[in-house]
């Protein structure tokens, strides 16, 4: 007795097709992922970048195997870098929208300002007197 779908087509046959699709698209992600990292790197000339992309393009399962070879350690490494670049990207923009700082945080500045001797005495009480008046 055979076991098939409703169809007609074995159940095997379901699977081993799932299967294939499964692979095809982490082989779609792997790729992607990897013409991501190219051009985000930024110690490759524009040339070499080119280089790369032909030769992922031209000979996929080659090119994949030999750049995860090659270059495949500093993937994470300008991952994590990329993130890090996003995230004071994002820290700075919270910063300068979230709007003035309090009046003990300005004053803390000034006062570190003058002890460092960028700012005079006379120049202190000025912006004091702003922030206070």
Same mark, same amino acid.
């Given at each position: 007795?055979?076991?098939?779908a409703? @169809?007609?087509y074995?159940?095997f046959?379901?699977?081993?097709?799932?299967?294939w699709l499964?692979?095809?698209?982490?082989w779609?992600? =792997?790729?992607v992922?990897?013409?991501?990292d190219l051009f +985000?790197?930024?110690d490759l000339s524009?040339w070499?970048?080119?280089a790369?992309?032909?030769f992922i393009?031209? =000979?996929p399962?080659?090119?994949v195997?030999?750049?995860?070879?090659? +270059?495949?350690?500093?993937?994470?490494? +300008?991952e994590?870098?990329h993130?890090?670049?996003s995230?004071?990207?994002?820290q700075?923009?919270?910063?300068q929208t979230?709007?003035?700082t @309090?009046?003990?945080d300005? =004053? @803390?500045?000034l006062?570190?300002? +003058?002890?460092?001797?960028?700012?005079s005495?006379?120049?202190?009480?000025?912006?004091?007197?702003?922030?206070?008046?």
């Amino acid at each position: 007795m055979r076991v098939t779908a409703a @169809s007609g087509y074995p159940l095997f046959g379901v699977f081993w097709t799932l299967l294939w699709l499964a692979l095809w698209i982490m082989w779609l992600f =792997l790729v992607v992922r990897i013409v991501i990292d190219l051009f +985000r790197s930024d110690d490759l000339s524009g040339w070499a970048k080119a280089a790369w992309l032909i030769f992922i393009l031209v =000979l996929p399962l080659i090119g994949v195997v030999v750049y995860l070879i090659v +270059r495949g350690e500093g993937i994470w490494n +300008r991952e994590a870098e990329h993130a890090r670049k996003s995230d004071r990207a994002f820290q700075d923009y919270v910063r300068q929208t979230a709007g003035p700082t @309090s009046t003990a945080d300005e =004053l @803390s500045k000034l006062a570190a300002l +003058r002890d460092q001797g960028v700012l005079s005495e006379e120049e202190f009480a000025q912006q004091k007197t702003k922030l206070l008046g």
